[in-house]
């Protein structure tokens, strides 16, 4: 059976349809994926398990940021998703940023081990129920850990303001004594002639006072 021209660019016209919305729900899916990802683990972010090497992380990062790129995509979310995705993968190019994610993921580990009284070769621990404990106590620690950095901040800023206000008050101090010193220093003429003239009155007096009486 021969296919005609027409119905042959039909199909091919309607399989490009399929792929290219296919390839839109790929790009939706994975957009929802990210903003729904708890962004203080950049590793949920970018879905990739804590200690992958350096080079994961890059590889990860170029196809998913290919993948919902504003540029290539009409989702209105894209631009939200693709600024968190760039942000959690600089996090996880810092060294000491990434080596306290990993420290908090540790210590979620821990925490739940003795929550529940196992040892480290429990065998709850190879169960999926544990891996997803472990994801909602790695969040806790997180979030305990992000409150305790903003409020080392701000007394860390409260503690500059008090010192930034002192050494204000201490500056208006030099400057008052300054101005001091510079008005004492410019009457010092008019000082000096006052002091003479009441010197000179009172030589006039005893001089008058011994005068001989003739």
Same mark, same amino acid.
């Given at each position: 059976?021969?296919?005609?021209? %027409?119905?042959?660019? $039909?199909?091919?016209?309607?399989?490009?349809?399929?792929?290219?919305?296919?390839?839109?729900?790929?790009?939706?899916?994975?957009?929802?994926?990210?903003?729904r990802a708890f962004r203080l683990d950049a590793y949920a972010v970018?879905?990739? #398990? @804590?200690?992958?090497?350096?080079?994961?992380?890059?590889?990860?990062?170029?196809?998913?940021?290919?993948?919902?790129? @504003?540029?290539?995509?009409?989702?209105?979310?894209?631009?939200?998703?693709?600024?968190?995705?760039?942000? +959690?993968?600089?996090?996880?190019?810092? %060294?000491k940023h990434r080596e306290r994610l990993d420290e908090a993921i540790?210590?979620?580990?821990?925490?739940?081990?003795?929550?529940?009284?196992?040892?480290?070769?429990?065998?709850?621990?190879?169960? %999926?129920?544990? +891996?997803?404990?472990?994801?909602?106590?790695?969040?806790?620690?997180?979030? $305990?850990?992000?409150?305790?950095?903003?409020?080392?901040?701000?007394?860390?800023? #409260?503690?500059?303001?008090?010192?930034?206000?002192?050494?204000?008050?201490?500056? %208006?101090?030099?400057?008052?004594?300054?101005?001091?010193? #510079? $008005?004492?220093?410019?009457?010092?003429? #008019?000082?000096?002639?006052?002091?003479? $003239?009441?010197?000179?009155?009172?030589?006039?007096k005893k001089k008058k006072k011994m005068k001989p009486i003739g």
């Amino acid at each position: 059976m021969t296919i005609k021209p %027409e119905k042959a660019d $039909d199909d091919a016209d309607a399989l490009d349809a399929l792929d290219s919305e296919e390839k839109e729900f790929k790009k939706d899916e994975e957009i929802q994926r990210i903003l729904r990802a708890f962004r203080l683990d950049a590793y949920a972010v970018l879905d990739l #398990q @804590p200690g992958v090497p350096e080079s994961d992380i890059k590889k990860c990062y170029r196809a998913k940021s290919l993948l919902i790129h @504003p540029d290539k995509t009409s989702n209105s979310q894209a631009p939200d998703a693709f600024d968190r995705l760039k942000k +959690a993968q600089t996090e996880l190019m810092d %060294e000491k940023h990434r080596e306290r994610l990993d420290e908090a993921i540790a210590d979620a580990r821990m925490l739940l081990i003795r929550e529940n009284k196992w040892t480290t070769d429990s065998e709850e621990l190879k169960m %999926e129920q544990f +891996a997803k404990d472990w994801r909602e106590k790695t969040k806790l620690v997180l979030i $305990d850990n992000e409150h305790r950095r903003r409020r080392q901040i701000k007394a860390q800023m #409260q503690e500059e303001g008090r010192e930034q206000k002192k050494a204000g008050e201490e500056l %208006e101090q030099r400057k008052r004594k300054r101005e001091h010193e #510079q $008005d004492w220093e410019s009457t010092r003429e #008019q000082r000096i002639g006052s002091w003479r $003239d009441f010197q000179k009155g009172g030589e006039k007096k005893k001089k008058k006072k011994m005068k001989p009486i003739g």
